[in-house]
Each structure stands twice: as structure tokens, then as C-alpha cells.
């Protein structure tokens, strides 16, 4: 299995352009997450999904938008990319119920804004 | 609002040493714990899982304890080696809904030198 994966690694983008990033996971899990991390902050929660066709917003949620058409994929995207959206994008997924179950994480990819 | 803090922000010791990570949370009516470990330029792993009902979690020389009473984690690590070098991240389970969405806390720098 490859777990979680995210694409791309890394992407530089002007201000005021546009970019989907990736998640896929081949575990099946049902919730997904989408993370931003800046220095110093932790990571903040963007958007999660409860399943194939939800979506609900986190902590951080202007300037970004995401999709879950399929279980195993889920789409960040910025209409309009602003500087302050420059940070380290990671998603993550969880079996759903119970208290036991661990959050899995991808690579992270790395998202600069000119 | 919860609220998660790591303290401290970074910590240096000699190899073989053995030391203890903090956890502060301010709300105590959480689902879980979970600690992590980030590796620079790298996803997050998950180290260790403590539900709201159990004390205490171990995996080989870590041992990770929950008091939520008093709204408290502790990581402890034991003969610590060059090898643990990373960032150590907390993440509580929020219980106002079972998403599985975390807080996370700022992280520790952790540097164990030979």
C-alpha cells in the first residue's frame, strides 16, 4: 500500500493564479483532511471530509475550496493564490467511528506564493 | 476554544539521556492524544494513540502518559539516540464531534547529540 500520497511536492505560483493540489489514499478510509503548516503554528486544519461527497470547512477555510468526487481522492484548491498562502500543505486520513483510530499522513507538498 | 501548547518550543541533551516532552490542553473533554514525530521536510508518523480513558501508551523506549484532569501530556523517551532527532508534534481529538479532527500544538525541536 502506499498510504497517502500528495501531488505535487512542491509548486511556486504568481500571485492571483490558480492550483488543485492532490491527496489520494489507498486504505479506504473514509475521512480526509486537508492541513496547512507555517512556522511556528502547528498545523491548522483547512477542510475534512466525512465521505464520498461531503465536505465541511476547518479553522482556516477562506481562499480555498476542495472536492471529494471519489472515496480515495480529495482536491484542495486556490482560486486566486495570495502570499499568505504560501506554507507546507498536508492531508491526512482516518478510518471512521471509534476513538482508536489514527490520522495517516502524506509527504506534504510545499507551496510558494510570489 | 481549545487551545494545545508544547513547551519547550526546542530542547538539546546528550545521547543516552533520558527526557520528557509537554503537552497542555485547555479544554479536558477530548476524544484522544495522539503524539507525532516530523522528520525536517517530511510528513508527520504517528508515534502514539491514548484514548480518552486510558492513562498511559507505550512502544518500545516511548511512553506516553494522559492526565486530563489537569489538561496534561507527557512523552517520555528513554536512552535517547542521535536517531530521535525530529520534531515532536501533540494533537488532541477534539469531543465536540467524532470527525477525527485534531488540535495540534507547535511541536518540540528535538536534537539528541552523539
Known amino acids: 500500500n502506499a498510504g497517502v500520497t500528495q501531488t505535487p511536492k512542491f509548486r511556486v505560483l504568481k500571485t492571483g493564479q490558480s492550483m488543485t493540489l492532490l491527496c489520494a489514499q489507498d486504505?479506504?478510509?473514509?475521512?480526509m483532511y486537508w492541513y496547512r503548516q507555517d512556522p511556528g503554528m502547528g498545523l491548522r486544519l483547512i477542510h475534512y471530509s466525512v465521505g464520498e461527497g461531503t465536505t465541511a470547512k476547518g479553522e482556516v477555510p477562506d481562499g480555498y475550496n476542495v472536492s471529494r468526487l471519489k472515496k480515495q481522492n480529495f482536491l484542495l484548491g486556490l482560486e486566486s493564490a495570495a502570499p499568505s498562502q504560501t506554507s507546507v500543505y498536508f492531508c491526512a486520513s482516518r478510518r471512521s467511528g471509534g476513538l482508536i483510530n489514527e490520522q495517516f499522513f502524506g509527504p506534504g507538498t510545499r507551496l510558494t506564493v510570489l | 476554544k481549545q487551545e494545545v501548547t508544547q513547551i519547550p518550543a526546542a530542547l538539546s541533551v546528550p545521547e543516552g539521556e533520558n527526557l520528557v516532552l509537554n503537552c497542555s490542553f485547555t479544554d479536558s473533554a477530548i476524544y484522544n492524544l495522539q503524539w507525532f514525530r516530523q522528520d525536517p521536510g517530511k510528513g508527520l508518523t504517528s508515534l502514539l494513540l491514548i484514548q480518552s480513558s486510558q492513562r498511559e501508551q507505550t512502544s518500545g523506549r516511548l511512553n506516553a502518559s494522559l492526565d486530563k484532569s489537569s489538561g496534561r501530556s507527557t512523552l517520555y523517551i528513554a536512552a535517547s539516540q542521535p536517531g530521535d532527532s525530529a520534531t515532536y508534534l501533540c494533537a488532541v481529538g477534539a469531543s465536540s464531534s467524532n470527525t477525527g479532527k485534531l488540535i495540534f500544538g507547535q511541536g518540540t525541536t528535538l536534537q539528541v547529540k552523539p
Open positions: 486504505m479506504n478510509h473514509e475521512y
